[in-house]
């Protein structure tokens, strides 16, 4: 056991770094997207939950929790990373972490776990403060367990690359907030596209976004949209294609030191 730590040292530091940046600013890192999302809950759920009907005889105030924790992961993870990596760049500190005696997939793992440790904490948090006003169920735990495995590896590697191909901080930004933030909004959040009519119920069947949130839902309420298989088929195919673009961008260096 010691030898393998002592190979893994660089792996373990760069790691250590990149979670100590996310616990030493808590109260913006963590704090603030927990508060923001159960207001959410709050406003939305329990202020409107009387007058919106249950769906799939779920209550309004707990159906709307798994997707606010699946948007408030997916966020939190690619933000994290993509404005570390890029901040590394900027700064020339990736350098010094690429000339170190570890290997390509050490620095991609390492650049990705405190995006993973971030939304782990906000998914913890927001589930804690959920659990006593709405009473959310979690009735498949290994489905929910594997549907934000890969939420996290989808977002967390997502985040790496953006971080890498970004030019300006405007340029990281700009993927969250037109493309995340809005196909998380458009894939079922607040509402199930069973209840929209043709042809936007079937056009909500593109946003791959749809697809993750649902199979969060199924882990904590064994209800979806579409059959688990596929919504988790799709999320690990989204994971693993993006997983192998950050995978190969490391084995070969290309654009890590421009």
Do not use: C
């Not at 250590?16 to 809950?41: C, H, M, N, Y």
């Not at 196909?183 to 079922?188: D, K, Q, R, T, Y």
């Amino acid at each position: 056991m010691t030898e393998l730590l002592a190979r893994r040292r660089g792996l373990i530091a760069l790691a250590g770094r990149e979670t100590d940046r996310v616990l030493k600013l808590w109260s913006q890192t963590i704090v603030a997207p927990v508060l923001s999302s159960f207001l959410f809950i709050l406003v939305f759920g329990l202020s409107l939950g009387d007058r919106i009907r249950a769906i799939d005889g779920v209550d309004y105030e707990v159906f709307i929790v798994p997707g606010l924790i699946t948007m408030a992961m997916a966020q939190a993870a690619y933000a994290n990373n993509s404005s570390s990596v890029f901040q590394a760049r900027s700064e020339r500190y990736l350098h010094d972490v690429l000339s170190a005696p570890m290997r390509s997939w050490e620095v991609n793992l390492g650049l990705s776990l405190g995006g993973v440790v971030r939304a782990m904490a906000i998914g913890a948090g927001l589930l804690a403060l959920a659990l006593p006003v709405t009473g959310v169920p979690v009735r498949e735990p290994l489905v929910l367990l594997a549907a934000v495995g890969l939420v996290l590896v989808l977002f967390a590697s997502l985040g790496v690359v953006v971080g890498v191909y970004a030019e300006s901080w405007d340029q990281h930004g700009f993927v969250n907030n037109i493309l995340i933030l809005p196909l998380s909004f458009l894939g079922g959040v607040f509402y199930s596209v069973e209840l929209l009519p043709s042809p936007w119920e079937e056009i909500s069947h593109v946003n791959p976004i749809f697809f993750l949130i649902n199979a969060v839902r199924y882990g904590f309420l064994g209800t979806s949209d579409v059959p688990i298989g596929l919504a988790l088929g799709v999320t690990a195919a989204m994971a693993a294609a993006v997983v192998a673009w950050s995978a190969v961008m490391f084995h070969t260096g290309r654009r890590l030191k421009a």
